[in-house]
């Protein structure tokens, strides 16, 4: 094993990251009978029906022969009183998310979004939006669809980890640290520190990806839905930075009135 493998966060390396990756993207499996719906499957019956509760759904009265029944039971289950087109859109996330599914399951995740993006948002919340822009990362029928989904993936799940993390501070979501308590430690791979003074890597991160996501029509709403919810959110890293930010602004603006008034009285 290479020396740096050892000292790596995990042990193996890059190659065990990959191999327990490829081990979760198993497809889900069809028994006989079984498909997704076709490419041109009317929508509009799908938006007005209503997913039942487990024990009034007949879907449930077919035995589980199959990976791909046991999800979509699932699936039923979590989004019941939902449309049954969220419910499809579930289910077609879910087999995009595997290395293999039929050779239509993309465009018709596209054409959902295509046709009926304002129903979606709508009907999915939060977690289920970024589902479909990590889908749209690697699935998406244009550059500036996966590309954005991408990034948009990338930045939701760095938030997850370090959120998670930083529930075992002590400190809420909501609640930004105090300025007199920064940590002098270097930042990992010699990066520079964010400046709360001058700073606009924030605004400049939330910028691109908005401007990125103008140029299609299909992803633009879904991503620019979860740009503006992660801006209106206080228990974000942006909101404590920008309370931070507004905190050390003030400080200098008394410490300078203090210096002004000491000068003129001397």
Known sequence: MDERDERCTYPGGIAAVLEEMDARRDPLAFAEGEALPPSDVALAPLKAARVPAPD?????????????????????EELQGHSE??????????????????????????R??????????????????VSALTTFGEHGAT?????????????????KLYETERRYSGFGASKS???????????????????????GLDMNMLGRLWRMAEGDRVIRPLAHNVLDRLMHDPRTVFRRLRRM??????????????QDAAHSTG
């Open 143 to 159: 550059e500036a669809q996966r590309t954005v989904g991408e990034a948009l993936s990338v930045l939701c799940g760095m938030m």
């Open 85 to 110: 087109l969220a419910c499809l859109h579930g289910l077609l996330v879910a087999h995009l998310r595997k290395a293999a599914q039929p050779p239509h399951t993309a465009a018709l995740f596209v």
């Open 56 to 76: 009034q759904d007949p879907e449930r009265r077919a035995p589980i022969a199959s990976p791909n029944r046991r999800k979509f039971l699932a699936l039923r």
């Open 177 to 199: 640290f105090r300025l007199k308590r920064r940590s002098r430690a270097s930042l990992p791979l010699d990066m520079d520190p964010f400046s709360l003074d001058a700073g």
């Open 245 to 258: 930010r507004v905190r050390k602004a003030r400080r200098a603006a008394r410490a300078a009135r203090t």
């Open 112 to 129: 959902l979004w295509t046709e009926e993006a304002d129903h979606l948002l709508e009907e999915l919340d939060l977690r289920w939006q």
